[in-house]
């Protein structure tokens, strides 16, 4: 059973920054796709960005591309969410996940889930 537990969200200005950090029971990086997702009230849950094992590829919503960077330490089991240049509508809860298929930006495909961190964007 994989545990992901995310860390770093908090209320930033717009146009600020903050890392996001996946801290994974086991060595999750070699093993799965690890992805981030997030959820705004009243949305749906939405694909942000995915990683595949090794960091050998990377995948990225158009909505964050060039904004946000995806990245693994497999030696510290931890997943990076870059956040820069941040808008009001990147508030949301962001989500870790990790999935043993490939290349999926679909959320019914990933079997583990943190229990999300909140990033609030203020104008």
């Known amino acids: 059973q994989v545990q992901l537990v995310e860390s770093g969200g908090g209320l930033v200005q717009a146009g600020g920054s903050l890392r996001l950090s996946c801290a994974a029971s086991?060595?999750?990086?070699?093993?799965?796709?690890m992805a981030w997702f997030r959820q705004a009230p009243g949305k749906e849950r939405e694909f942000v960005a995915a990683?595949?094992?090794?960091?050998?590829?990377?995948d990225y919503a158009d909505s964050v591309k060039g904004r946000f960077t995806i990245s693994g330490d497999n030696a510290k089991t931890t997943v990076y969410l870059q956040m820069n240049s941040l808008k009001p509508e990147d508030t949301a809860v962001y989500y870790c996940?990790?999935?043993?298929?490939?290349?999926?930006?679909?959320?019914?495909?990933?079997?583990?889930w943190g229990q999300g961190t909140q990033v609030t964007v203020s104008f």
């Open positions: 996940a990790a999935t043993s298929s490939w290349r999926t930006r679909n959320s019914n495909d990933y079997d583990y």
């Open positions: 086991e060595r999750t990086f070699s093993s799965y796709y």
């Open positions: 990683i595949s094992r090794h960091g050998r590829s990377t």
